[in-house]
Each structure stands twice: as structure tokens, then as C-alpha cells.
């Protein structure tokens, strides 16, 4: 089974009570220089599409997505993501979201040479203000469609990655290279380490939050539990 991301359901109705269950829910951030494609990569991947100049504004502070990846059949697990201004001033706000995070992407462009050499300012940013918490990063290289523009060679920066334990993946929001993939292969590695116990939900931490079921569902499973007297 490949993980994949669910598509909106009409809100209302089955739908929207289906699309409210989850296994695990995951609080993510996407981290990286101003204008290295952020926002774009996080709409395309929420809403399945590059966003049209409307949405292509700089993020001011702090934007929010939420969907669905099915990660095994019928195993869903629900992402929401901080996408973080880049921007120096911004800073202050943006900290207080990694404390209840449990990872992210950290995103450079490959045709920004000074977005690649700030990856360990991030990382290290982000690990302190995550503190006690662990976080899980890869490292995403993106606007791989540029590629007669590239200022950074794919072994440099998987050199970078594994010193720093983050995988590599190349992407682009353009031509959609990749963009499924580096959120899936997070949320996979992630899943991995709560199903094994090295990250745990806790109380007052908003980084892994356990299943979700609303109360109708279990009515329903009741309702039509084979063998029992239907009350009507
Ligand atoms: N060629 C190319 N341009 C991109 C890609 N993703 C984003 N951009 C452009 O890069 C600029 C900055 O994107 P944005 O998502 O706002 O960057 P952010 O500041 O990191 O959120 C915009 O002009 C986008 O159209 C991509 O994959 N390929
Ligand atoms: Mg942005």
C-alpha cells in the first residue's frame, strides 16, 4: 500500500463525519528561508494544486492546513500544518509553534545558494524552541523544475541531510515532482516511531494527539452490531 493523501469530502453528511475519524492526528511545520516555495508546496499538497496568484501573497505570520493521508487501508491519520513566514521579524511568532510540533519539512531552493547554508540555523532554531520534545525533519530541496538554475548539487545537500539525520527528497510545486511524496514519507517515518513508542502523545503537547472517533460512530456501530435486537 502507498500512503496517499485523501481528498476533501463535501462538509455535511457522511462525509464529513467519515473524514472526522483518525487514527493519529500530527502537528506539523514547514520551516525554510522566504520565498523558497513554502506556502506553495504545502497548498499544492492540500489542495492538489499549484495556487493561483490570489494565494501567492508572503505568508504574515502564521497560515493553517489540515487533511487526511491514508497510511495503511482504512488507517488514516490527520495532519495540520503551521506554515511559517520566513521572514526575520516574524520569528517570535512562529516560535511558539514549534513546542507543539513533531516535525516537519525544512524546505531550501535549489536555485537559492544562502537558502541552503541557513538549513542548520533552522534546524538548530527549531530544536531549542522544541526542547524537551524530539522533532522529525526532512530535508526538502525544491523547485526542481529549475533545474539549469541550480546552485546546489542533490549529493551536497544529501551529504547535509544525513549529517544531520533528516532524509532528502527533491520536489517541485510547478510540476508537481514529488509534493505527495514528501509529506507521506514524513508522516510514515512519524507514524513509525509513535507505533514503536519512541514518540508518545502527552498531555498539554499538541505534536501527536491518539484516535479520534465521534460518539455517532460508535452509536452507528452499535446500531448495526450483528446479533443484537434493533431497538426500533
Ligand atoms: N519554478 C518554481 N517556482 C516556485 C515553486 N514553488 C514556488 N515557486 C515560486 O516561488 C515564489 C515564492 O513562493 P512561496 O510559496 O510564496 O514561498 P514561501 O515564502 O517560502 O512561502 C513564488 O513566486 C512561487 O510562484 C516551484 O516548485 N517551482
Ligand atoms: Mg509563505
Redesign the pocket.
Known sequence: HRPRRLLHKASGGEGALDAAIWLYQFCLIVL??????????L?HFAEGR??GPAK????VGVDFYSCLVEIEPGKRIKLLFW?T??QKRFRSITRSYYRHSVGGLL?F?ITNRSSFDHVRDWLEEAKMHADPFQLVFNLVG?????ESQRQVSREEAEELASACGMRYIE?????ATNVEESFTVLTTDIYELVKNGEITAQDGWEGVKTEYVPDAVHTLERAYSPGEHCPC
Open positions: 525554510g528561508d522566504s520565498t523558497v516555495g513554502k506556502s506553495c508546496l497548498h499549484f495556487p501567492t501573497d508572503p505568508t506554515d513566514a520566513g524546505v531552493d525544491h523547485k526542481c523544475d529549475l520536489t517541485s510545486a510547478k510540476d
